[in-house]
């Protein structure tokens, strides 16, 4: 992208919640026995923390996005905000006494159980500072919002120190560092909404209004052009396939060659996020257990996939036909692994051990689908042990048009894929309406 979209300064920061702004004149409420003087220590010391936090990731390979830092003067502050969210992979949420009645904050939280819905690994560590107790927290508006309360906090002793404020601050920040992995894989989130805002970048401002007027985006606050095509990408994330369709139809006379793109992200759009979530959290389960039930009726089911990941490329679908003859499970077995090796690129002396080290070490997801219509339950649980064990931690797929109830004894989980409640049909219809977007009549010469 050559242009980065306001909102991040690296699509793998932190988002730090706080509220850092002194209070004064009627906004400044005392507590009981608090002088002022005391109140602008603890208010010192967040603004100590904020500062330690950006060196304290920075040694972990990881960039934080800090509002001070990162809004220019003139931007949307709540727009901004909303990307910096979207597109981060973590968040720390510091709590003193003020953030607890934050209006701010409290938008941040609702942004932040929005995320730990959409991915529900999305870590967010909440660190209590300046005296503010656990129960405090837990009943405040800021903790009761987003179910922030319902995380584990970590309560840092409010010293009297002077001088060593901003030694405990720096000692504090490396310590909410720590709870981060280093170096995460860039979210699948951000990458979709940063790909698809890259493709209709182009089209014009009042287009672009037009189509997130689609998708039920409110155009009525003034927002960047730049913020523009990331809004429109964001909210196609969360829309339906219809809405979905309505707007890229807006789009679709301005995004020229960058269409078929545009077309390939949305259309998994179809699947139920919490169904394309049941079939991702399969990839947690034990090696040997990582099978699951696809029944999709006849509806693409690698959209699944696709949806779980928020993400076309990597994606491929193989189908194996034609198997027939005196021994089917050999047949079926060799189909699937040779597939599965070219797949991988395996090489003819790696074990199921290289297989799952390679796989952990590149943070890949690689799921095998296998029709199983027509493959007897007895055959496919013969190969299923077999491929289990030489390929580690490769996702296996059982796809049927219907529910199937040995393939469900054979699986982790069982997913009917679902469409919103719309015929089977509707979606069919919606997904050729999609495909044959953009396309222009041959001129016949009569």
């Known amino acids: 992208m050559e242009t980065p979209l306001i909102g991040t300064t690296t699509s793998t920061g932190i988002f730090i919640s706080h509220s850092a702004r002194v209070r004064v004149g009627a906004e400044l409420r005392l507590r009981d026995g608090e002088t002022e003087g005391r109140y602008l220590a603890r208010k010192k010391f967040v603004d100590q923390l904020l500062d330690a936090?950006?060196?304290?990731?920075?040694?972990?390979?990881?960039?934080?996005?800090?509002d001070r830092r990162e809004i220019a003067p003139?931007?949307?502050?709540?727009?901004?905000?909303?990307?910096?969210?979207?597109r981060s992979s973590g968040a720390v949420v510091v709590v003193d006494h003020d953030a607890l009645t934050s209006g701010w904050m409290r938008e941040e939280a609702a942004l932040l159980g929005l995320m730990r819905q959409l991915v529900p690994d999305y870590p967010v560590k909440i660190v209590l500072v300046g005296g503010v107790s656990e129960k405090q927290f837990a009943c405040s508006l800021l903790g009761r919002t987003g179910g922030l309360n319902t995380l584990s906090s970590l309560r840092w002793p409010d010293r009297r120190?002077?001088?060593?404020?901003?030694?405990?601050?720096?000692?504090?920040?490396?310590?909410?560092?720590?709870?981060?992995?280093?170096?995460?894989?860039?979210?699948?989130?951000?990458?979709?909404?940063?790909?698809?805002?890259?493709?209709?970048?182009?089209?014009?401002?009042?287009?672009?209004?037009?189509?997130?007027?689609?998708?039920?985006?409110?155009?009525?606050?003034?927002?960047?052009?730049?913020?523009?095509?990331?809004?429109?990408?964001?909210?196609?994330?969360?829309?339906?396939?219809?809405?979905?369709?309505?707007?890229?139809?807006?789009?679709?006379?301005?995004v020229g060659p960058?269409?078929?793109?545009?077309?390939?992200?949305?259309?998994?759009?179809?699947v139920d996020l919490d169904d394309a979530r049941r079939v991702m959290d399969?990839?947690?389960?034990?090696p040997d257990r990582r099978i699951v039930h696809l029944a999709a009726g006849n509806l693409p089911a690698h959209h699944a996939v696709q949806r779980g990941r928020a993400q076309r490329d990597g994606v491929r679908v193989t189908r194996f036909s034609g198997i027939g003859g005196e021994d089917l499970r050999e047949q079926l077995l060799e189909r699937c692994d040779t597939g599965l090796r070219a797949a991988l690129n395996m090489k003819p002396d790696e074990t199921a051990e290289d297989v799952s080290r390679h796989l952990s070490?590149?943070?890949?997801?690689?799921?095998?689908?296998?029709?199983?219509d027509d493959v007897d339950p007895r055959v496919l649980q013969w190969v299923l042990r077999e491929l289990t064990a030489r390929f580690r931690g490769v996702v296996f797929a059982l796809v049927t048009q219907r529910p199937v109830t040995a393939l469900e004894r054979l699986s982790s989980a069982t997913v009917q894929l679902s469409n919103g409640g719309q015929h089977e049909r509707d979606t069919m219809a919606l997904l050729e309406d999609i495909e044959e977007l953009g396309d222009v009549p041959d001129l016949v010469d009569y």
């Open 258 to 270: 960058r269409l078929p793109s545009v077309k390939d992200r949305i259309t998994p759009l179809w």
């Open 361 to 372: 070490r590149a943070r890949r997801v690689v799921f095998a689908m296998l029709g199983c």
């Open 53 to 66: 936090l950006v060196p304290a990731f920075a040694d972990r390979g990881r960039g934080v996005w800090l």
């Open 161 to 254: 120190k002077g001088s060593r404020n901003r030694e405990a601050a720096e000692k504090l920040a490396k310590e909410i560092a720590e709870w981060f992995p280093p170096v995460p894989v860039e979210p699948a989130q951000a990458r979709w909404v940063n790909d698809v805002a890259f493709f209709i970048r182009e089209a014009p401002t009042h287009i672009l209004d037009e189509a997130a007027q689609a998708l039920h985006v409110s155009t009525t606050a003034p927002v960047l052009p730049q913020d523009k095509p990331a809004l429109v990408a964001a909210a196609l994330l969360g829309s339906t396939l219809q809405e979905a369709f309505e707007a890229v139809q807006v789009l679709a006379e301005f």
């Open 282 to 286: 399969v990839s947690r389960d034990k």
């Open 74 to 86: 003139g931007e949307v502050f709540d727009r901004a905000v909303c990307l910096a969210v979207i």
